[in-house]
């Protein structure tokens, strides 16, 4: 990453309104947003829910956690692959204050991301080609002597 130029951000944490469908879908169910960000990625669909069941767990063993792991996470994959600038500690700052707005810039970014990207499928190894068209062959005429036209015998 030392060789290429970070860009910003396709549109900032609160450009909810720059896609009203990401906003309402992140607004009124983001566990879903959530899910679907992360397959995106191509990561686990189930990962959100890291971010809703480990807060329980640590609180019950005693650790406070504020950090939503999954959204912190893929965020900073989501820079780190595409070459946007940014820190952990904006990471963890957004995730932590404001998840919402967090899942629906990444989903914003993937959505972009997918509509830019081409993928040229190549096969992995070389095509066999069979070519079946048959030789070429020559007559020979049979009969040395041939008798004149017209001729019955």
Known sequence: MANTQLKD?????CDCFDDVNTCCYGFWCC?????????????NYCLPLCDILSPAIFVACGIP???????????ASIRNRYGIKGSLC??????????????????????????????????TQPTTVVNVQANPVMMVNQNSAQAPIGFKG
Not at 31 to 43: D, N, Y
Not at 65 to 75: E, F, G, K
Request: a positive charge.
């Open 9 to 13: 951000w396709d549109s900032h944490l």
């Open 31 to 43: 566990p879903c947003l959530a899910c679907t960000v992360s397959g995106k990625f191509k990561e």
């Open 65 to 75: 956690l504020c950090a939503p792991p999954a959204a912190l996470s893929l965020r």
């Open 90 to 123: 904006k990471d963890i700052l957004s995730s932590c204050f404001c998840v919402w707005c967090t899942w629906c810039q990444m989903h914003r970014q993937l959505k972009k991301q997918t509509a830019t990207t081409v993928v040229v499928n190549q096969p």
